[in-house]
């Protein structure tokens, strides 16, 4: 895993993490190959800390949003850089395209918001206890401004008794699912997506989960009563809503960015770890954290996501938590298959084994088998 000797904010800490865990972009850590001098000022914009920017040319600065956009993090540095002083702003074109960003995600925000309170309002009346996932409910709990947090879909959690009537829900409300993954292995899938019919309205899709993580291996399926029982409700001017405790969604983030896109990391994502950890207060949420992370199989996942967000952020663990030596050990499972993780994407024997060790028998292996090689000749047909 990752070397404590001693974590910087130099940009050699930061290419060498990514060596290994790719950031987002064509090609893969696209974003890298700015200068090192605005990599630096980059990391600082993170930090909400004031310093000048490096000269560049115009065209460096161009490339640099251009990298930035896969990351969907430009509205969080404009949520920062508004209040800046001018001597410390980028040039005024490169602002200009960062506000045109940030209100682009702010009316998306209002967009789903609406949609939030459809859905949430239609749950309620059906009496289906719903949670709200990732980047809607962060914009909302963890950010000064829910436009600073852009986002693509909406993530809702529903325990699986109650998937097939949340998928009728979601139908009356008039979304279609091309691909019913629930019944066709609630075990190898952990969510289904829903999109609107309306796209002409700018709705955006629904991703519905009846399980938090990835179907890997070695991460455990956590009941979803200790995930309600820990819940806590975020309150809005237009709703209010339900979602992760502070311990559960660090946990879930962490799993997400690290076994879901292990070499297709977004900024916006290590900026959510580093608010997501300042949220956990004093000791006793740090023990939690510490203490659950085998139970989510999520060990090396945590490592991981708190060097990325120290690197980039300048997170600073409390003391007690910041020597990963003294944390529990991986299980033996999570270790003898992290190296599949890692070629995950350009192996589909690493892929497969993955997924399928997560099946609980060898019909339902085959079952599954089948199904994928029907699939991928029905799309070879189209």
Known sequence: MSDRAGISDSTSAIRDLHRTYCLCGVPRNDLLSVPDALLLYLSSILRNEETNPPECSPEV?????????????????YGYLRSWDQAHLPPPEIMEAMRREYLISKGRSVQMDHQLNELLAAAEEQGTRILILKGPAFARSIYPDPAMRDGSDLDV??????????????????YQCDEKKFAVSKNYYHEETFYPKKIDQGRVAVDLHWRCTPSLGFTLAIPPEELFSQAVTVHTDQFSFETLGPRD??????????????????????????????????????TAVREACHGWGARNAVEVALTMAEVWTGLTLPKGFNDFDQWPTPSEKEMAIWPDLLRKDRSIRSYLKLRLSALPDRREKI????????REMKNRIR
């Not at 960015?257 to 950890?277: E, K």
């Not at 079952?367 to 029907?374: F, G, Q, S, V």
């Open 61 to 77: 600065w161009r490339a640099l949003l251009q990298s930035l956009y896969p990351h969907w993090v430009t509205p969080i540095l």
């Open 157 to 174: 959690l529903v325990c699986p008794d109650l998937v097939e009537e949340t998928e009728d829900l979601l139908t009356a409300l008039g």
């Open 249 to 286: 969604a660090f946990l879930h983030m962490a799993s997400h960015m690290i076994y879901g896109h292990t070499r297709d990391i977004r900024l916006t994502w290590v900026h959510d770890i580093a608010l997501l950890a300042d949220r956990l207060r004093g000791p006793e949420d740090w």
């Open 367 to 374: 079952h599954i088998l089948r199904y994928l090689a029907w």
